[in-house]
């Protein structure tokens, strides 16, 4: 049975509707990723879950126990769940005392708080901070603190709202790797609100794509991320190529679609003259100077447009007919010797090109 | 000038011999203004944060009341505590008009404006995101408001030694309903302005200059706390 159940959530701020309809069950232990853009309403779904909010309308179901809307159930369920809030709040008080402050709250022994919060501050490789006050400290050590403070209440459910924003990588990794370490060792059920699609992927076992309000998706992150619903998911997820067409001929299961005067080969049961989007990620078209005998169905001339280096890879712009978005590494790049105005071959397979239907009301 | 020059001579001997009259009036006005901010602080901490965490018609129109009150005149709350402790007044069978608990009195209607906005204030400067994360860390409505005190101890603190400051260098309610009577409710304010009155300008500015070091020990102990 699910752990929290949310059904047909609403929310608004006055007019403003910030939450649509939102339906979600998380199992225990489960660890689900919610990501969309920033002001899609991941916080506020979060804050609802944590009983901080009263939605408009909607019933939130913990451990099958509907919540009431008021009262004092709702701390004591509160009591259950922790939660780590986007920009880290550190009281101003010692590193100790605000680790320790939960369980105090919770009518804990000294000795008891005090030999969890040491053990703690050691897991999260605070323990040589405990006398200082919290506030003295950086970005990523102040994180650490309200990580070590939640932990330390050994929560049923952690909720996470983009736990490591605004972090150094270095940071962003110790962070990581304790929310990972919590998930397996624990079991704990999280529910985490991230914009960073990379770190859904690592971390979460399900992934809940929420757009303007909206949950559009949920799914595991090969569905999510390969398979996207509509248009819209296809867009956030980073499949840079997307592109109308119509399906011109269906010979079972493998299709041709006409996008703009250009056809390419697809994999997709939709019949004829169905009108679709046809979404490929960058990193699956590989360019070549020659049209190779390789398994690859498209195989189009092309000229490239422009080329932006992005760390270790490369985003390269090219016109085939319609234009497309290639990543390809840096080493590629300077054998190719791709540069504006050079004439390439772009290569990707039927499979690698995901087909949307195009939704009726656009 | 002379006379100015033979009143600070004339403050420095009774400073310096620890003169029993002096120290007696210092003493009291201490004790009268400790006290009356004390249980002032006692009901404006609680009653502050009430009001601070609760939503309520009229809300901002109350707080703009108590500020307002801030700079209500010392002799106003005078004349309204006589009337009502004065022999025919409505708490007047109570008989101490006069005595130092009716300045205590006063004196806490004087600062309570003053305490209440201050705390209030003080409240507002703790971030809505520390009472979320007081609350999603599963602290109780009245844990919370501890919290959120104990995040605003140095702002609330300065609220209580504004108050207390405001106190003690009140003279209009003091001297109204206090009487100024020597050996029993002469505080330095009012000590001050009899003093002076009477031609007596050494004694009148050696108790300024008490008053002035006490306001600066309190300013020092002020800064103190807000550079932390």
Redesign the interface.
Known sequence: MSLIEVTGLNHRYSERAILENINLSVDRGEVLALIGPTGAGKTTLL?II?L?EIPSAGEIYFDGKCIPRSGKQR?EI??R???I?Q?P?V???SVYDNVA??LG??GEERNRIAGKVDHILEMVGLEDYKDRNARTLSGGEAQRV?LA??LV?EPEVL?LDEPTANLDPVSTAKIEQLISYVARQRNTTMIMATHDMSQGQQLADRIGVLLDGRLVQTGNTTDIFHSPQNEEVAHFVGMENIMEGVIIANNEGIATVNIGGNTIQVVSSYPVEKEVYACIRPEDITLALASTQSSARNSFQAEVIRVATLGPLSRVEINCGFRLIALVTKISVEELNLQAGKEVYAIFKATGVHIIEKEISQ | MTEIWDGLTRAIELLISLDPEVMEIAGRSLRISGTSCLLASLICLPLGSLIHFHHFRGKRALINIIQTLFSVPTVLVGLFVLVLFSRAGPLGELGILFTPPVMVVGQMILITPLLLGLTISALSGVSQEIVDTATSLGASGFQTVWLVLREARYAVLAAVIMGFGRAISEVGCALMIGGNIRGATRVITTAIALETSKGELALAIALGIILLFLALIINIVLNRLQQR
């Open positions: 804050r944590d901080l701390l509160r009591r769940m922790s939660f809030h920009k709040q009281f101003n008080l402050c939960g709250w919770r309200a403070r939640s209440l909720l």
